[in-house]
């Protein structure tokens, strides 16, 4: 166990995190490495109840009402085997007027024919405040499949940001598929960076449903691809309320042979609510190129500083 | 005489049975700021994009060289390498990238703070902002002016450096043109406001893709405002 403890704590400044923060009794964790439970701490005000199944990690997070978490929360899962699957089942919930970030780190450094699926139901109570920052590294076979569903409801004048990055190693299969409900003058912003390589297959579907009145929605989708990587990148924003205001706002750029598609879908349902979209697929812009060559830079460094760019 | 720093011998830019350039010649001496104006279309922009050498444009016949050294065979990013830069006149935006990391460009011996308040903005408020749609145009036209002067270029060619920039700070556009020059740079300023035409040392009118009149600012201001052509007598300018 302390073996793969000591892995994973060593692969977290790949998606930007210091092990030390594992040490520190102020910040809530949890490591996860398959299906056993490696470390955990809470702090007050955080319910953490997991348990170890044959088949998964399963169990709740809840920030109790009216709590302001100030140290981010750790969630750290992973394998530190080339082989293996994880299957993650977790409930968050954030009760009323309650705030908090999570850290979810997402490691699979050796992994070359492994599997991971979470599932997670996120709930946030009336102005509840929930930002989810997930950073993946699959380390560099490209070997992992991974596949995260979640559904989350946002109440009432509840705000909630999320931010997937992979941008470190290969991807391998990623299947994402996050569905968002938002109630009356809640927000929901969710943001997607990704750079794949080689055989990379990505399917990401987001679909932010506004249902409430003055409800706002975002979703923002930078993907970079190089070699033979493909990318299929899914928006859906539906607005059925007056008031209601969404974005779908998809780049994807495209070097060597790799592919991609984007598929921004807009749905109205009230005469005063509106969604906007754009979508943009293509090589890196000629006249940023240029104007970074006219500075000195040659081709490869110009395309280097906008991709770097893009992806942040 | 000095040697020319810029030399243009007989350049012709075809596109199609399309003549955007004809025969042009054009002298620019060291430390010399040389306006060129002319009505739309008249082949200013793509005078600038060929002695930046951008995709596409290739001159159809005739010669640049630049401190004695054809430039054709120069890749963009070469020309700049040996001090030829180019301000565009619609300068492009880039997310993600901070006015910091644009002015510096991952090089030490660049100083982005001294620039930037050169050209009137504040480096405590600016230098960590993005180089995106957040910026209005007038502030990202100073920035590209900025990134101009912490390259220290031998030859900026300035596309319009004052459009979009209010009536107040154009005197901060002028300072900073005039900063390229006392730097050991030459420019050559596209403009169509005579108030930044006026503090050029030489002046060229373009019509029809060929230099119709040269001489001091006024005269060329003069002129142009004159409507007078003689080579295609309003025919093809559009006077």
């Known amino acids: 166990m302390g073996t793969e403890l000591d892995t994973l704590r060593r692969t977290l400044p790949m998606v930007g995190a210091e092990p030390a923060v594992l040490d520190d009794t102020r910040i809530a964790h949890v490591v996860g490495h398959g299906h056993r439970i490696l470390s955990r701490r809470t702090v007050p005000g955080l319910r953490l109840d997991l ?79 929930l930002t989810y920052t997930e950073g993946h590294y699959h380390g560099p076979h490209g070997g992992m499949q991974v596949l995260p569903h979640a559904t989350i409801r946002i109440g009432k004048g509840a705000r909630y940001f999320s931010d997937f990055s992979l941008l470190s190693g290969s991807v391998g299969q990623l299947d994402i598929d996050y569905l968002v409900e938002v109630e009356e ?128 | ?69 054809d430039l054709f065979p120069l890749k963009m990013h070469e020309r700049a390498q040996r001090g030829v830069t180019l301000a565009w006149q619609e300068p492009a935006r880039f997310e993600g990238i901070t006015v910091r990391e644009y002015l510096t460009l991952g090089r030490q011996d660049r100083a982005p703070e001294s620039a930037l308040a050169q050209v009137g903005l504040a480096p405590d408020r600016y230098l960590h902002r993005r180089v995106d749609k957040s910026l209005s145009g007038g502030e990202r036209h100073r920035i590209e002016l900025a990134s101009v002067l912490t390259m220290k270029p031998r030859l900026a060619i300035l596309d319009e450096p004052a459009a979009g920039i209010d009536m107040l700070s154009i005197n901060h556009i002028i300072q900073i043109i005039r900063t390229l020059k006392e730097a050991g740079g030459s420019i050559v300023l596209i403009t169509h406001q005579e108030e930044v035409a006026l503090i050029a040392d030489r002046a060229s ?10 001489g001091s600012p006024r005269e060329v201001v003069d002129h142009f405002r004159g409507r007078i052509c003689v080579r295609c007598d309003g025919a093809v300018c559009g006077y």
């Open chain 1, 51 to 129: 348990e170890e199944t044959q088949d998964a990690i399963v169990g709740k997070m809840v920030i109790e009402a009216g709590v302001t978490i100030a140290q981010p929360i750790h969630m750290c899962f992973g394998l530190a085997h080339p082989t293996g699957v994880q299957q993650i089942k977790i409930n968050v919930k954030v009760e009323d007027g309650a705030s908090a970030r999570v850290l979810s780190h997402c490691l699979f450094p050796l992994a070359k024919a492994a599997e991971h699926r979470m599932q997670a139901v996120m709930e946030l109570a009336a102005g509840a405040s």
């Open chain 2, 205 to 214: 009118q373009l019509c029809g893709g060929r230099i119709i009149f040269a």
């Open chain 2, 1 to 69: 005489m000095p040697a020319p720093l810029l030399e243009i011998r007989n350049l012709t830019f075809e596109i199609g049975r399309q003549t955007i350039l004809d025969r042009l010649d054009l002298t620019i001496d060291p430390h010399e700021i040389h306006a060129l104006l002319g009505a739309n279309g008249s082949g200013k922009t793509t005078l600038a994009y060929l002695l930046m050498g951008c995709d596409g444009y290739v001159p159809t016949a005739g010669t640049i060289l630049f401190e004695g050294i």
């Open chain 1, 185 to 312: 003058e809640g927000l929901a912003e969710l943001a997607a960076k990704i750079f794949a390589h080689k055989t990379d297959q990505i399917m990401l579907k987001e679909a932010v449903i506004l249902r409430g009145e003055r409800s706002r929605g975002l979703i923002k989708t930078r993907v970079v691809l190089e070699g033979q990587a493909r990318a299929e990148i899914t928006g859906v924003t539906e607005a059925h309320a007056k008031g209601a205001r969404g974005h779908v706002d998809c780049m994807e750029i495209v070097q060597g042979q790799a592919h991609a598609s984007a598929i921004p879908i807009v749905r109205v349902f009230h005469p005063e609510a509106k969604v906007t979209h754009e979508a943009a697929i293509g090589s890196v812009d000629k006249k940023e190129l240029e104007t970074l060559m006219a500075r000195g830079l040659s081709p490869e460094q110009a395309v280097e500083m906008i991709v770097s760019g893009i992806l942040r």
